[in-house]
């Protein structure tokens, strides 16, 4: 008896560890939407404002709707598409379904950044401009397989003589298909859609490089996010999303018990209000109510129009909508998540950008590879607020000044908690402390930490000295059994949240994590570090050229700097929008704004040759592998 008992106490804690693996991050998730502050490492008090602010957010919306819109019909156009090749598949002789069912197999089987490469080059060879309309192909192609896969079984289990006995006694093939065939087959063409919804629903990555300006879906939406951290608006999203499809789940695998009038009575239950598919289609008609909704909102009348291509999270919507108000110029604006994304789609002319916000080392290559047009300073007359020492360092990336405005610029520094360290810090040497064992993060990126192992020794950061790297390479190996973690926005929650004594992190992000935790304090190293400056740069093939310049120069206006600065946190290099600053203590920070002494040992990133960067990486490499 015991025995049983033991057995029986073992299954329900293995299931309960299952129950919760599966359900904890989804109930964090939950957790995190009610949550007042921004950080994760944070309880702000609780709050509903996040699911109010995602019903405000066009963005968000519309992009949760174009994510609907996309898996919906890729998933029907997919099923009867796939339902036919099936049927076509099974009429064959042995020896050609094989071969055909092969075939058919490989796109589940292949990766999925092979077929979205390949479906972006296809549809460029093409001349099909990348948008709504090529990432919808894109979800119907690599559904297809998917609903065959679970429409094939089906056929194979339907009998063919029944078919046959139909047409003999008269039917029409389409007539018998649709009495005989396809009662038998239905479960496998629903549990296709099904299947077909959930991939496309799901998909980031074929979506990612099939995707044009002005589109974007959830996932595209989230990723682009990535180096601002995502925002609570997210988790409130995704909140509803769950309840709804445990909604969804509850109302499918429950029904009703039929009483005894039931029995004595049949229009009685029919009588009675379906419950169950009411739900359902309630629920469909809010979405598809909303998606009209965000799509009339997002609709623009205007001819006129720019397209942009920035950051993620780094320019102020409300800025935008200004914009648009005052201009009657349209902004098309999509967003990405690193320099090294955002090049080849400039690169390959595959999509006709107006305006473009790269870093200085990534404006170089650019100016290098003849990418850019130079700019119309007439139609900018608002350059004249930047600060001329920032229109100086440019000229290190960008010689002349001919192409690029400066945006936002920082630094990268240390970020370390007054209660956690012996004493002030002023050196990357820290980094290296067996005192801090554990307690230090370190940038997941081969530049920033190459730049701190060459600074450290006194060498340039845009080193090509082979000695000079290897020592770099040897002082980040010795240091990586100290290091707790390299991250890139997780260092701002995990200082935040006191999980670490030292960080390497950009001023801007500092700033907001002093916000939150008064006992972090942030320095730039005696060494020296790395100032970096993010400017507006218009592409040689844009289409907008002068709605390019008219937006550049409205955002060089000392009330549009502001407005930026405020919702970003990145130090604006707008000499006259800094004077707007109310909050004299951010106004005046060496944090936001440091002085010629604290940058007087720092450099901005050189471009330094696809040969060289390759060798960075292969030293990366062993740094991370050792």
């Known amino acids: ?276 598919q009411v739900i359902p289609v309630t629920l469909i008609l809010l979405i598809v109510g909303g998606g009209i909704f965000y799509r009339v909102q997002g609709t623009s009348t205007s001819n006129e129009q720019v397209v942009v291509y920035n950051w993620g999270e780094y320019l102020d919507p409300e800025a935008i909508e200004l914009f648009e108000k005052e201009t009657g110029i349209d902004v098309v604006y999509e967003e990405y998540e690193t320099n090294e994304i955002m090049y080849p789609k400039i690169l390959s002319h595959a999509i006709s950008y107006d305006v473009v916000c790269p870093s200085d080392y990534m404006i170089q290559r650019m100016i290098e590879n003849d990418l850019l047009a130079e700019i119309n300073w007439d139609n900018v007359p608002n350059i004249k607020n930047i600060d001329p020492t920032y229109m100086e360092q440019s000229k290190s990336f960008d010689p002349e000044n001919k192409y690029s405005v400066p945006y936002c610029f920082g630094t990268v520094g240390i970020l370390y908690n007054k209660t956690m360290v012996d004493e002030p810090i002023d050196s990357w040497n820290v980094l290296w402390d067996e005192t801090y064992k554990d307690n230090i993060l370190m940038q997941d990126s081969v530049r920033d930490a190459f730049a701190v192992a060459l600074k450290r020794r006194g060498y340039s950061l845009n080193s090509t000295e082979v000695g000079e790297l290897t020592q770099a390479t040897n002082d980040l190996i010795e240091q990586k059994p100290l290091v707790q973690a390299y991250v890139i926005d997780q260092v701002r929650d995990k200082m935040i949240g006191n999980e670490a004594a030292i960080g390497v992190i950009y001023s801007g992000e500092a700033i907001y994590t002093q916000r939150e935790n008064h006992d972090l304090e942030y320095v730039i190293p005696k060494e020296g570090s790395n100032v970096w400056i993010d400017s507006w740069v218009i592409p040689k093939n844009a289409e907008n050229k002068e709605n390019a310049e008219a937006f550049i120069n409205f955002l060089c206006r000392p009330d549009i700097a502001l407005m930026n600065f405020e919702f970003i946190t990145y130090s604006t290099p707008n000499l006259e929008g800094r004077k707007l600053i109310e909050d004299e203590d951010i106004r005046n920070s060496r944090i936001a704004f440091p002085t010629g002494e604290d940058l007087e040992n720092c450099e901005t990133f050189r471009f330094l040759g696809d040969d060289v960067d390759s060798y960075y990486n292969e030293l990366w490499n062993k740094v991370k592998s050792s």
């Open 1 to 276: 008896m015991n025995r049983k008992k033991t057995h029986f106490m073992g299954r329900k804690i293995y299931l309960g560890l299952i129950l919760f693996l599966l359900y904890a991050p989804i109930g964090t998730l939950i957790i995190l939407s009610f949550n007042a502050s921004k950080s994760r490492a944070k309880w702000g008090g609780f709050t509903g404002k996040w699911y109010i602010s995602l019903f405000q957010d066009n963005a968000i919306m519309n992009a949760l709707y174009t994510t609907l819109i996309i898996a919906f019909v890729s998933a029907i156009a997919a099923t009867v598409i796939g339902t036919a090749a099936s049927i076509g598949i099974h009429s064959m002789k042995s020896r050609a379904r094989t071969i055909c069912m092969g075939i058919t197999n490989i796109p589940m089987l292949n990766a999925d950044i092979v077929t979205g490469i390949s479906l972006m080059l296809l549809f460029i060879a093409c001349r099909f401009t990348l948008g709504f309309s090529t990432i919808l192909l894109a979800h119907i192609t690599f559904n297809i397989p998917y609903v065959i896969l679970s429409v094939m079984p089906k056929l194979r289990q339907t009998n063919k003589r029944t078919y046959e006995a139909a047409l003999d006694l008269g039917a029409s093939p389409v007539y018998a298909f649709f009495k005989v065939v396809f009662p038998d087959i239905l479960p496998g063409v629903v549990s296709g859609f099904l299947m077909a919804f959930t991939m496309s629903l799901d998909d980031f990555i074929i979506t990612h490089f099939t995707k044009g300006p002005g589109v974007d879906t959830l996932s595209t939406k989230i990723y682009s996010e990535v180096r601002k951290g995502i925002r609570p608006e997210m988790y409130a999203l995704s909140t509803l999303l769950f309840v709804t499809v445990i909604l969804l789940m509850i109302l499918i695998n429950t029904s009703p018990k039929e009483s005894k009038n039931d029995r004595k009575d049949p229009s009685a239950k029919k009588r009675r209000l379906p419950v169950r």
